[in-house]
């Protein structure tokens, strides 16, 4: 699990080769969506091929798709 600034994520396979990355608050707190408006206690991404572009992923989730 890796700090993104003030997110925790987790790289998750979900079988060979299937890999998302789950997305958290560091304080705890649910996370919250722009659009729709809506609470999380974790987000994950889509699924890729990699671990690696899975964190990416999640890295422009929180830095420009709405997640605060």
Not at 1 to 28: C, F, L, N, P, S
Not at 54 to 67: L, M, P, S, V, Y
């Amino acid at each position: 699990m890796i700090r993104y600034k003030q997110y925790h994520i987790q790289r998750v396979e979900h079988g060979h080769g299937r890999w998302t990355a789950r997305i958290t608050r560091a304080d705890g707190q649910n996370v919250r969506t722009i659009l729709p408006a809506s609470e999380h206690t974790y987000l994950d991404t889509k699924p890729t091929m990699s671990a690696e572009e899975a964190e990416e992923f999640a890295k422009e989730g929180i830095d420009f798709g709405g997640i605060v």
